[in-house]
């Protein structure tokens, strides 16, 4: 299987992972700010925008399938789902990702009692009303994923129409994204991870909490973060070019050193 790639701009490799229920459109806007310094591979991830669903596959196979159209060497740059995928392709094949860059995503998106997250009953009553409306429930994903941002409405209307310039996302992957955002947890292996690694927060995302930022830290030592004041779940949305800074910064810093 092979999933659907939009490469665009020149430059050092720069993967784009999008998050659950979206697609590679969705960074058209952070795309036209890089594209000038760096050769962009938008993908769309398994069952999403054009490419072919994967049904019932691990976080392993979806790293894989990415891995399978990337750049033999590139930076990696993945969005809340995507970012677990990027994360997992930095463990599977370390000498393939030169640099990490996660944004509002974590290792454990389920709450517990020693972590911040998305309440399981949420996840769970997203997993129920699929199988009703499933165009409904992305539609409430995507308020979430606004929700208290300074710019909610222009953030949402953003969002949508990203997804609606390419195919609807396949009600089963839909399923199986929200299975792996309930059950992956990647926290006890962050230490294997010797890749360079900057990890982008908003302060005001209800999903993945600003404390969750902390506390990955103290997991992953060697990494850098950096929480955006005024931003939500979505700050590439919200703020393209505070985001687009701190990835250019991060990114030509690496490439100094090799």
């Known amino acids: 299987m092979s999933l659907y790639v939009e490469r665009r701009g020149r430059g050092p490799d720069l993967v784009l992972l999008h998050g659950w229920g979206m697609n590679g459109a969705v960074w058209q806007g952070l795309a036209e700010l890089l594209e000038g310094e760096f050769c962009l591979y938008l993908v769309d991830l398994p069952g999403f925008g054009h490419s072919p669903a994967l049904p019932g596959a691990s976080l392993a196979a979806w790293a894989d399938n990415v891995l399978a159209v990337a750049p033999q060497r590139a930076a990696w740059l993945g969005w809340s789902l ?10 599977q094949a370390p000498g393939r990702v030169d640099s990490l860059i996660t944004l509002a995503s974590s290792p454990r998106f389920l709450a517990g009692e020693d972590w911040p997250g998305i309440k399981p009953q949420v996840l769970a009553e997203f997993e129920r ?80 909490p600003r404390r969750s930022a902390r506390l990955a830290d103290a997991l992953a030592p060697h990494s850098h973060s950096h929480i955006e004041e005024k931003a939500s779940h979505a700050p590439f949305i919200s703020h393209p070019q505070a985001t687009a800074g701190h990835i250019r910064r991060f990114l030509h810093r690496q490439g100094r050193r090799e």
């Open 82 to 91: 995507g970012g677990l995928v990027a994360t997992q392709a930095a463990l």
């Open 129 to 208: 009303q699929l199988a009703q409306d499933h165009r409904q429930v992305v539609n409430r994903f995507l308020a979430l994923q606004a929700m208290g941002s300074e710019h909610a409405r222009e953030d949402i209307r953003r969002l949508r129409d990203s997804l609606a310039s390419r195919p609807a996302p396949d009600p089963a992957a839909l399923a199986d994204g929200l299975a792996l955002l309930a059950e992956v947890d990647l926290r006890a292996r962050l230490a294997e991870l010797s890749t360079p690694w900057l990890r982008l927060y908003g302060r005001l995302d209800g999903l993945v």
